[in-house]
């Protein structure tokens, strides 16, 4: 999966390549459309001249010709008469013959009618056809009139001199040998041909538009939804992969946390003795009035309230008996441990509770580690003179805690890992407070979020949806610390 993300994430993202798929497919798709088109038109028109030159083929046999021998034919092409009597009969089957030449056996010019039309040999390859007894057609769509007519004879019939033409080639032969004896052309005016083939093509044309809109538009929409169902599926096999990495995160967290559980039992049962001792010894030299030893006191007064509140969950996890607390008597223990860390650091505090409801003493005690690891954090974030708030408040599914810094707020590359196990930018920090406190309120059935940051300062919300149901009301209990 690791491996396949990346590409199909690149794939998903990369807004140019549905269209440029579809671009690829539709041009690929017009070439196909022309090409079949070209090449059903060339078969049609083809088929349509030879079908020309079939049905001529038909109506000059020797039957409809008035010859009763091979005998009788070879006398009449030998004969200028018979030659001339030939001509006329081949000029009557069609309606729209202009002229008519004939050839003999080898190809050679014999006679045409009317005299005018210029005399030349068959071509070899129409003459190797026509000895196989097979008709021959030539369209030519604008052909030059005065290579069939001499000069002067096409403007006395009021011909143009650019026309088209059709020439059939029709094989006179013998039905009994099989033999070619005579070859004649007829020159056709192929203006009503062409008509058909200019129909045609807008005919052909038309339906290749169509097919391409038809086709291009099914594809098209196939490509689209094809692209649209891989963004879907990416982004649920990231957001999968995320959740996965997320859990795995946890669950190693959790194990680290139940770890950390029994050593801190085992640090507390050791460090009691030693601490007790060491407040003591600190106690008479800050009576001394020297300000140093006044610090140190009151840093080991910090650790003995911390191996308090250890012990106290300990304790409370370890019992039976379960009570309630009000919250807004949670918000005050909450405020009055972190008072005097605010004092210290000449930041202003202030806290209230507006919402209504009770938490069990356990819940409690981990809202209170939750609480007081959230406003150290803020208390350190927030300049001297500015002001850090605890606010409780109802919520949909539960009271909502909120606490508010006046700091310079998180940047982005640190949101995005905020409640993952980091290394702590804050000298003495260990970058884990933020995950063990998410930790901790996933354990409670909470949920801690990250609500807003910018300059100006952050919120975070601590939300207990699994809480007892509360109403507003505005009691609160408001105090401030300079």
Request: proline letters at 4%; glycine letters at 8%.
């Amino acid at each position: 999966m690791e491996q396949i993300l990346p590409l199909a994430r690149q794939i998903a993202r990369a807004r140019w390549l549905p269209r440029l798929a579809v671009a690829l497919v539709m041009l690929v798709l017009a070439g196909i459309v022309t090409l079949g088109t070209l090449e059903l038109r060339k078969n049609i028109f083809l088929r349509m001249v030879e079908r020309n030159a079939e049905i001529l083929d038909a109506a000059a046999s020797l039957e409809m010709l008035g010859v009763d021998t091979p005998a009788d034919l070879m006398r009449q092409i030998d004969d200028a008469t018979g030659q001339l009597t030939l001509a006329l009969r081949l000029s009557r089957l069609q309606e729209d013959v202009l002229a008519v030449r004939i050839y003999d056996a080898q190809g050679r010019f014999v006679v045409s009618m009317p005299n005018a039309v210029r005399p030349h040999a068959l071509p070899e390859a129409s003459l190797r056809k026509l000895q196989g007894l097979t008709p021959v057609s030539d369209y030519q769509p604008e052909a030059s009139l005065d290579g069939i007519f001499l000069s002067g004879e096409a403007e006395s019939d009021s011909v143009a001199r650019q026309a088209a033409i059709l020439s059939v080639f029709l094989p006179l032969h013998d039905r009994n040998q099989h033999r070619l004896l005579a070859v004649a052309e007829l020159v056709q005016d192929a203006s009503v041909l062409r008509s058909r083939f200019q129909g045609l093509d807008r005919q052909l044309f038309r339906q290749a538009i169509l097919a391409f809109v038809t086709a291009g538009g099914i594809v098209g929409l196939v490509l689209t939804w094809s692209f649209h169902r891989l963004g879907r599926l990416t982004g649920r096999l990231e957001q999968q992969a995320n959740d996965l990495r997320r859990a795995n995160m946890e669950l190693t967290l959790a194990a680290k946390t139940s770890a950390l559980g029994g050593v801190a039992a085992h640090l507390v049962h050791g460090l009691a003795s030693p601490l007790n001792g060491l407040q003591m010894f600190m106690a008479e030299r800050a009576g001394q009035g020297d300000n140093g030893w006044q610090h140190a006191m009151q840093g080991t007064e910090r650790m003995q309230a911390l191996l308090d509140d250890v012990v106290r969950v300990l304790a409370e996890d370890g019992r039976d008996a379960i009570y309630e607390m009000p919250l807004g008597e949670a918000v005050q223990v909450a405020a009055g441990r972190i008072a005097p860390l605010a004092q210290a650091g000449g930041v202003k505090f202030e806290y209230s509770c507006l919402a209504d409801g009770q938490m069990t003493n356990r819940d409690t005690n981990l809202v209170l580690l939750i609480l007081e690891n959230l406003l150290q954090n803020a208390v350190q974030a927030t300049p001297s003179g500015r002001t850090v708030k605890l606010l409780c408040l109802p919520g949909p599914q539960g009271p909502l805690f909120e606490v508010w810094d006046e700091g310079a707020g998180i940047p982005a590359k640190v949101v995005e890992q905020l409640f993952v196990p980091t290394r702590s930018s804050r000298p003495g920090g260990n970058g884990l407070g933020l995950a063990i406190s998410h930790h901790l309120a996933r354990h409670l059935g909470a949920e801690l979020k990250l609500k807003q940051t910018s300059q100006s300062g952050s919120v975070f919300v601590l939300e207990l949806v699994a809480a007892p149901a509360n109403t507003m009301e505005t009691a609160a209990g408001v105090g401030a610390t300079a």
